[in-house]
Structure formats: structure tokens, C-alpha cells
């Protein structure tokens, strides 16, 4: 069976500090991978997706970047952190070319200070 | 635009009863609708889901409702438990050469024994 994984769980950065949030998946090959962010009483906002390795594709502006240095492994980094960058992100895959659902992981609570 | 709202942010039942989640879409272009439930510090799990060409779409004590006509959706829970209680997104699926998911801002469903 496929498992998605992300760590750390929790994380308290000061601004300005860099970032680095790790996904990876098991169980399957090739999937799409995806980063989202939610801020307190929100809904999820698509940062980044992949669909294969080196190919990322960005939804919005901001301070962070993302990279897939393997097939199944998918981090979000940032250089410095921004108050703003506090929030719930989650990381999603799901199977390249069948639509069905995206499989979140447990996600990581960030706050920057 | 793209967008996905939700009509009740916060909706407390008892034990037992029904509970309805509305949701209002924009895209008239969307093709695909799911639903998720989030407990709190968790990532979304997949419900149901249903396809622009259906009206409707049982689960397992789960029933989606959709009307194009007025671009609603809804999402009815019958004899709802306590482990019930969580946040319910809709999230409407453009495909757009990778499916990208639009999330509402979620309605947090409280049940009470």
C-alpha cells in the first residue's frame, strides 16, 4: 500500500532563517507530487506541483521554492523565512494520469517568530 | 475566477441527526468535485467524489448532491457520530494539463452526544 510521509511534524523557525520541509512516498512510481500551505481557518493553497523529477511548476509568487531530487521525494525550502510563511503545509501525490483523488500527508505546522 | 465558498462555517448537530455541508462553486468548467475531512492537526482524507456528469452519488452513510444548474454542492451525512466532528472542504478540479484542486474555505462540523 502507498504511505506519504513529511517531517518534521512541528517546527519553530525565526525569520529570516532558512527552511527545509521534506515529503516522500512510498508504495508507488512516478506519482504527481504536490505543496500546499493553510493558514488558520482556510482552505488549502496549491504552492508547488511535480510531475516528474526536476519539473516543478509554481501557482503563486512567494518566498519559497520547491525541488524533486528523486522520484518520490519532494522538499520545500526557503533561503529566509517570513512571518508570513507560518502555516499548515501539506504535502499530496497522486496517481499521473488516472484522476482520482490527491493523498495528503500528515503535514507540518510551521511557525516563524 | 477560480474559487470554492462555503455557505456555513461552523455547523453543531446532535448525535443522530443529519447534517447537510453546502458548497458553492464558480467554474462552470470544472468537471470533478470531492469532498474532505480534516481532523484537527491531521491532513484531508478523501469522502466521495462525483462527476459534473452525475446528480448525485452515495457513500457509506455519505450522499453528494449536485447542481450545475446553480453550481452547488452538498454533502449530507446521515446519523452523525461523534467522529464525525472535523472540517469538511469541497474542492472542485480543473484539469488544466495536471489536476489542479481548488479548495473552499471549509465548514467545521460539531457533534454533540
Known amino acids: 500500500s502507498q504511505t506519504i510521509h513529511q517531517w518534521p511534524a512541528t517546527l519553530v523557525q525565526p525569520v529570516g532563517s532558512p527552511l527545509s520541509l521534506e515529503c516522500t512516498v512510498e508504495g508507488t512510481s512516478n506519482p504527481n507530487l504536490y505543496w500546499y500551505r493553510q493558514a488558520a481557518g482556510r482552505g488549502l493553497q496549491l504552492l508547488f506541483y511535480s510531475v516528474g523529477i526536476g519539473q516543478i511548476s509554481s501557482e503563486v509568487p512567494q518566498n519559497l521554492s520547491a525541488s524533486r531530487p528523486q522520484d518520490r521525494q519532494f522538499i520545500l525550502s526557503s533561503k529566509k523565512l517570513l512571518l508570513s510563511d507560518s502555516g499548515f503545509y501539506l504535502c499530496?501525490?497522486?496517481?499521473?494520469?488516472?484522476?482520482?483523488?490527491?493523498?495528503f500527508g500528515p503535514g507540518t505546522r510551521l511557525t516563524v517568530l | 475566477g477560480e474559487s470554492v465558498g462555503l455557505h456555513l462555517p461552523t455547523l453543531s448537530v446532535q448525535e443522530g441527526d443529519n447534517s447537510i455541508i453546502n458548497c458553492a462553486y464558480s467554474n462552470s468548467a470544472s468537471d470533478y468535485f470531492i469532498w474532505y475531512k480534516q481532523e484537527s492537526g491531521k491532513g484531508p482524507q478523501f469522502i466521495i467524489d462525483?462527476?459534473?456528469?452525475?446528480d448525485k452519488r452515495q457513500g457509506q452513510r455519505v450522499t453528494v448532491l449536485l447542481n450545475k444548474t446553480v453550481k452547488h454542492l452538498s454533502l449530507q451525512i446521515a446519523a452523525t457520530q461523534p467522529g464525525d466532528s472535523a472540517v469538511y472542504f469541497c474542492a472542485e478540479i480543473l484539469t488544466t494539463g495536471f489536476q489542479k484542486l481548488v479548495f473552499g474555505t471549509g465548514t467545521r462540523l460539531l457533534v454533540s452526544p
Open positions: 462525483i462527476r459534473s456528469n452525475m
Open positions: 499530496a501525490w497522486e496517481l499521473a494520469g488516472v484522476r482520482v483523488e490527491q493523498f
